[in-house]
């Protein structure tokens, strides 16, 4: 007979609630969650197809070390103890600032890992933290720091209340959502027009979230004049709500005046969103009863991310929204971690690079890695959670040749990936079925969630013997370094200490994990994990969250307390640059423009090893009809697809779902690499982001973000008997000069 254990899943950011059926430690069945109090019985396929991921025969069950062109399984001791005298070795030699981290979106929706890794590089010295951060949504954390006084101060649509909600650049039923907690995202679009509301999704692929409510076309990468439109439309209509904006914001004609140029007129002519189609959103808009506009990816991912958000909030708060039910909301997680981060300097916005870049909520900018690796400023890498080679712009191959020459590269994952596969270490971790944890950071913490409640899950799984959590391989190599956590000796010892036991009785009491998350959820005022997983292993609603908490309290961080509605660095780059991009558009209005597109059997690359996901040998590049018949082309057939950087063919989809003279490419795929991933080596793909660029030129100065959604290309049908897949050729783009 199986034992049945309630967990939730953290493949996405859903985190829908599961019903695991379990036999000799092997997963038999999972299912949704009924009584899961927010997922109610929603969870999708790469939920419940877990399983085999979990027991994969490809999983890296035992620290692996390359020797020469072989895998030899090592000792924990002995790669740790090898990994440490590098790291040693390179700080004697070139300073703590060579050793450099890389994280995931995996190591987003684990809670301790966070903690142990930030100590760990604090306590070398090194601020040298990368990750997909910066190719995600970095410039949300730099317009929250700007104008709320915390990177973590997110504020989330009130779903369940408003009367209009406009998303742009997200395609939520497929994805699951991104910094606010939303399964059964379907459901809840459709309550607000039930209830006589309005949803508009903005986007230049009519997306599948689109099939409830309406949508809208968009050029990409032109919401900047979109929302300052919109933003300026609000203020002539009188829909500002001036008594709140005096009491508790700043700057307001500050805004006032760099929007005033931005006429509905104006941003038609690059946007394709005519301008009675953006009157009637406006008027929408202020006459609602509660009306929440949200963007992520699709806008993060351009050229103007960071000023895009902040228009986006400064809508939202002129017009009476945040802070009031329907509006947006600031949620309160278990204890308030926006103001505890603001104590950590690693985690504030601040300009220690050589080139003046910023660190973002504790990243730098993933683009500047094969910079850094090439001009010999970071020469140890730890990767974890990551696929950068597939994940991030990768000019010619240049990041992959970065990689290769690193005196150091060390994955953390549960496959020997792209990295992995070129890496001197790889570290097994568990799977967040062998791991006992709370719903990632932003939701437990921060609160972004539109119907708080909190669950707490045991491991379902033990894992395989050879197999550990990160935080305990980073507490380990503290210990072997002999750098003190927490800048404090007595918790760097405790930790330290439990690492080394776990395997002993003692390491029973000296329970890390436990210790932590039973103190987390105490902090909130729940039972402890015990309790919560015996009395409520479904979850516990908390207090439903009605605004009215945030404007004129002591939760705005802001140095006057103030909502700061024109931060001078944000104000300043909007004025540099509106005008000149808006030539740009104007000059390139007849180019095709590339975008990703997520889909609902794949996680990024996490699932592409997936034989129960994963059945196509290959992603398709989604054109228009206009566009095909421009160039040719019928459904099927092998385009080419072109930018400033590099070059790939790849078949066709033709479709009416996109807007002409864009093209919708599944990014992350591409695995003709990995070593460990034989499934994925025979559903390979094409990587898109061989047409993404790196360093300087295409990292958004304010956040670090990575240009990945917009891209201007060149579309051709491809030669007689090409082949799919990358092709520099003549292009040379990895020989760019390395920055300096
Ligand atoms: N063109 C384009 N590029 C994009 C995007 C886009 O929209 N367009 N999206 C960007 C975004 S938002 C992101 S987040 C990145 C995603 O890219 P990454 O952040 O690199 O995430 P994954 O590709 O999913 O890689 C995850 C790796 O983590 C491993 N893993 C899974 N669970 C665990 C765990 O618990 N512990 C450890 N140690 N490893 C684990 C998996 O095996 C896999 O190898 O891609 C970015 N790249
Ligand atoms: N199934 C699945 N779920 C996932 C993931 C996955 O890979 N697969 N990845 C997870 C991760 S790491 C993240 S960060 C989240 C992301 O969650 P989302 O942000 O919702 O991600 P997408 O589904 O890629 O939606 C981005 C949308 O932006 C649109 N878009 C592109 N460029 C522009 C533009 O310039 N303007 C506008 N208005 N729209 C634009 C695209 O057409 C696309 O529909 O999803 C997570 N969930
Ligand atoms: S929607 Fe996300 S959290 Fe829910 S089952 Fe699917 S992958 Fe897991
Ligand atoms: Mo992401």
Same mark, same amino acid.
């Given at each position: 007979?199986?034992?049945?254990?309630?967990?939730?899943?953290?493949?996405? &950011?859903?985190?829908?609630? !599961?019903?695991?059926?379990?036999?000799?430690?092997?997963?038999?069945?999972?299912?949704?969650?009924?009584?899961?109090?927010?997922?109610?019985?929603?969870?999708?396929?790469?939920?419940?197809?877990? %399983?085999?991921?979990?027991?994969?025969?490809?999983?890296?069950?035992?620290?692996?070390?390359?020797?020469? *062109?072989?895998?030899?399984?090592?000792?924990?001791?002995?790669?740790?103890?090898?990994?440490? *005298?590098?790291?040693?070795?390179?700080?004697?030699?070139?300073?703590?600032?060579? /050793?450099?981290?890389?994280?995931?979106?995996?190591?987003?929706?684990n809670v301790l890992s966070p903690l142990f890794r930030g100590a760990l590089w604090a306590g070398m010295g090194s601020k040298r933290m990368y990750g997909t951060g910066t190719c995600d949504t970095m410039n949300k954390f730099r317009v929250n720091e700007d104008m709320y006084g915390s990177p973590m101060r997110l504020a989330h649509p009130d779903v369940e209340r408003t009367q209009? =909600?406009?998303?742009?650049?997200?395609?939520?039923?497929?994805?699951?959502? $991104?910094?606010?907690?939303?399964?059964?995202?379907?459901?809840?679009?459709?309550?607000?027009?039930?209830?006589?509301?309005?949803?508009?999704?903005?986007?230049?692929?009519?997306?599948?979230?689109?099939?409830?409510?309406?949508?809208?076309?968009?050029?990409?990468?032109?919401?900047?004049?979109?929302?300052?439109?919109?933003?300026?439309?609000?203020?002539?209509?009188?829909?500002?709500?001036?008594?709140?904006?005096?009491?508790?914001?700043?700057?307001?004609?500050?805004?006032?005046?760099?929007?005033?140029?931005?006429?509905?007129?104006?941003?038609?002519?690059?946007?394709?969103?005519?301008?009675? %189609?953006?009157?009637?959103?406006?008027?929408?808009?202020?006459?609602?009863?509660?009306?929440?506009?949200?963007?992520?990816?699709?806008?993060?991912?351009?050229?103007?991310?960071?000023?895009?958000?902040?228009?986006?909030?400064?809508?939202?708060?002129?017009?009476?929204?945040?802070?009031?039910?329907?509006?947006?909301?600031?949620?309160?997680?278990?204890?308030?971690?926006?103001? &505890?981060?603001?104590?950590?300097?690693?985690? =504030?916005?601040?300009?220690?690079?050589?080139?003046?870049?910023?660190?973002?909520?504790?990243?730098?900018?993933?683009?500047?890695?094969?910079?850094?690796?090439?001009?010999?400023?970071?020469?140890?890498?730890? +990767?974890?959670?990551?696929?950068?080679?597939?994940?991030?712009?990768?000019?010619?191959?240049? !990041?992959?040749?970065?990689?290769?020459?690193?005196?150091?590269?060390?994955? /953390?994952?549960?496959?020997?990936?792209?990295?992995?596969?070129?890496?001197?270490?790889?570290?097994?971790?568990?799977?967040?079925?062998?791991?006992?944890?709370? #719903?990632?950071?932003?939701?437990?913490?921060?609160?972004?969630?539109?119907?708080?409640?909190? /669950?707490?899950?045991?491991?379902?799984?033990?894992?395989?013997?050879?197999?550990?959590?990160?935080?305990?391989?980073?507490?380990?190599?503290?210990?072997?370094?002999?750098?003190?956590?927490?800048?404090?000796?007595?918790?760097?010892? %405790?930790?330290?200490?439990?690492?080394? +036991?776990?395997?002993?009785?003692?390491?029973?009491?000296?329970? +890390?994990?436990?210790?932590?998350?039973?103190?987390?959820?105490?902090?909130?005022?729940?039972?402890?994990?015990?309790?919560?997983?015996?009395?409520?292993?479904?979850?516990?609603?908390?207090?439903?969250?009605? *605004?009215?908490?945030?404007?004129?309290?002591?939760?705005?961080?802001?140095?006057?307390?103030?909502?700061?509605?024109?931060?001078?660095?944000?104000? &300043?780059?909007?004025?540099?640059?509106?005008? +000149?991009?808006?030539?740009?558009?104007?000059?390139?209005?007849?180019?095709?423009?590339?975008?990703?597109?997520?889909? =609902?059997?794949?996680?990024?690359?996490?699932?592409?090893?997936?034989?129960?996901?994963?059945?196509?040998? $290959?992603?398709?590049?989604? /054109?228009?009809?206009?566009?095909?018949?421009?160039?040719?082309?019928?459904?099927?057939?092998?385009?080419?697809?072109?930018?400033?950087?590099?070059?790939?063919?790849?078949?066709?989809?033709?479709?009416?779902?996109?807007?002409?003279?864009?093209?919708?490419?599944?990014?992350?795929?591409?695995?003709?690499?990995?070593?460990?991933?034989?499934?994925?080596?025979?559903? #390979?793909?094409?990587?898109?982001?061989?047409?993404?660029?790196?360093?300087?030129?295409?990292?958004?100065?304010?956040?670090?973000?990575?240009?990945?959604?917009?891209?201007?290309?060149?579309?051709?049908?491809?030669?007689?008997?090409?082949?799919? *897949?990358?092709?520099?050729?003549?292009?040379?783009?990895? &020989?760019?000069?390395?920055?300096?």
């Open positions: 007979m199986p034992d049945t254990h309630y967990t939730f899943c953290r493949v996405c &950011e859903a985190t829908c609630g !599961l019903k695991v059926d379990v036999a000799d430690n092997r997963i038999v069945d999972i299912q949704p969650d009924p009584d899961h109090v927010v997922s109610k019985g929603y969870a999708c396929v790469k939920g419940t197809r877990y %399983a085999s991921t979990q027991h994969s025969p490809d999983r890296v069950v035992r620290p692996q070390k390359r020797v020469g *062109g072989e895998w030899r399984d090592v000792s924990w001791d002995d790669a740790l103890r090898s990994i440490a *005298g590098v790291i040693q070795q390179q700080i004697a030699l070139k300073g703590p600032q060579a /050793i450099g981290h890389f994280v995931g979106s995996a190591g987003g929706a209009f =909600m406009m998303v742009l650049g997200a395609n939520p039923v497929i994805s699951g959502n $991104t910094l606010y907690h939303l399964p059964r995202s379907r459901e809840r679009f459709k309550a607000i027009v039930e209830r006589g509301g309005r949803v508009v999704f903005v986007n230049p692929r009519r997306v599948e979230s689109a099939q409830t409510g309406e949508h809208l076309f968009i050029r990409p990468d032109t919401d900047l004049f979109f929302l300052a439109a919109f933003c300026r439309e609000l203020i002539a209509g009188e829909s500002v709500d001036r008594a709140r904006v005096a009491r508790f914001m700043s700057g307001f004609e500050v805004l006032e005046r760099v929007v005033a140029p931005w006429t509905p007129e104006r941003q038609a002519a690059v946007t394709g969103v005519s301008a009675a %189609a953006l009157r009637d959103l406006a008027r929408s808009h202020a006459t609602a009863k509660g009306a929440a506009l949200y963007m992520a990816t699709g806008v993060n991912q351009g050229r103007s991310g960071t000023a895009c958000f902040w228009l986006l909030e400064c809508i939202n708060a002129i017009s009476g929204n945040l802070d009031s039910p329907g509006g947006t909301l600031m949620g309160r997680g278990l204890f308030d971690m926006a103001k &505890e981060v603001t104590k950590n300097p690693q985690m =504030m916005v601040s300009h220690d690079r050589e080139d003046d870049l910023p660190t973002v909520s504790g990243q730098q900018p993933a683009g500047m890695l094969a910079d850094d690796i090439l001009s010999g400023r970071v020469t140890v890498l730890v +990767v974890e959670a990551s696929n950068p080679l597939l994940a991030c712009g990768n000019p010619g191959g240049r !990041l992959e040749a970065a990689l290769k020459k690193l005196e150091l590269l060390v994955s /953390i994952d549960l496959f020997r990936n792209e990295v992995g596969s070129l890496a001197h270490f790889v570290l097994p971790a568990t799977t967040w079925m062998e791991r006992p944890e709370v #719903p990632y950071a932003l939701q437990s913490f921060a609160g972004c969630n539109p119907t708080p409640y909190m /669950i707490y899950a045991d491991a379902v799984l033990e894992p395989p013997p050879g197999v550990r959590p990160e935080w305990w391989m980073y507490a380990r190599l503290a210990d072997e370094l002999g750098v003190t956590l927490f800048d404090n000796r007595l918790a760097s010892g %405790a930790a330290k200490l439990a690492a080394r +036991v776990t395997d002993s009785r003692l390491g029973r009491w000296l329970d +890390v994990p436990n210790l932590l998350l039973d103190g987390m959820l105490r902090k909130g005022g729940l039972p402890g994990r015990k309790r919560m997983a015996r009395e409520h292993p479904h979850g516990i609603l908390m207090a439903e969250h009605h *605004g009215g908490d945030f404007l004129g309290t002591d939760r705005v961080l802001t140095s006057d307390g103030r909502v700061s509605l024109a931060p001078r660095p944000i104000v &300043e780059r909007f004025e540099a640059t509106a005008e +000149v991009l808006y030539a740009d558009e104007v000059a390139n209005a007849d180019r095709v423009k590339l975008v990703g597109k997520r889909e =609902m059997r794949r996680m990024n690359t996490s699932s592409a090893n997936c034989g129960a996901l994963v059945k196509e040998t $290959t992603n398709y590049a989604y /054109i228009s009809r206009d566009d095909a018949t421009r160039i040719g082309v019928a459904d099927e057939d092998l385009i080419e697809v072109e930018s400033a950087y590099g070059r790939i063919r790849i078949p066709a989809r033709v479709t009416d779902e996109m807007m002409p003279r864009t093209i919708a490419i599944p990014q992350c795929w591409g695995h003709t690499k990995a070593d460990g991933l034989p499934h994925a080596r025979k559903h #390979p793909g094409v990587n898109s982001n061989f047409l993404a660029g790196d360093g300087p030129e295409t990292i958004e100065p304010l956040s670090g973000m990575s240009h990945l959604s917009g891209i201007l290309v060149e579309l051709r049908k491809a030669p007689p008997g090409s082949l799919p *897949g990358e092709d520099f050729g003549d292009l040379g783009a990895q &020989e760019r000069t390395v920055a300096p």
